[in-house]
């Protein structure tokens, strides 16, 4: 069992990027429903979170109101769609269903 991400990639300054996740083998026992980042040299954080109950969401205060998370829960897949990127957004993007399950990471690079 394991999260796949995609949609990761290189984008210029004010660009956009969605990034999906799936999880594959036995999917009834996981429910991603957050996305993390990693910068070089920095502590992974949150970036967004979703309720699969009732669809509230977190954001971290530097991508409020430039991402959107949103999940499917019939396709039990999870998406990152993010604006206006900057610089400092670049990171790995991992999917999880904390603690137990992550995906490997999705590079997200944002040139100036």
């Known amino acids: 069992v394991q999260l796949v991400e995609s949609g990761g990639g290189l984008v210029q300054a004010g660009g956009s990027l969605r990034l999906s996740c799936a999880a594959s083998?036995?999917?009834?026992?996981?429910?991603?429903m957050a996305w993390y980042r990693q910068a070089p040299g920095k502590a992974r954080e949150l970036v967004a979170a979703i309720s699969r109950s009732d669809g509230t969401t977190y954001y971290l205060d530097t991508v409020e109101g430039r991402f959107t998370i949103s999940g499917d829960n019939v396709e039990n897949t999870l998406s990152l769609q993010m604006n206006s990127l900057r610089p400092e957004d670049t990171a790995t993007y991992y999917c999880?269903?904390?603690?137990?399950?992550w995906g490997e990471g999705t590079l997200v690079t944002v040139s100036s």
């Open positions: 999880a269903d904390p603690p137990d399950y």
């Open positions: 083998g036995s999917i009834f026992s996981i429910k991603p």
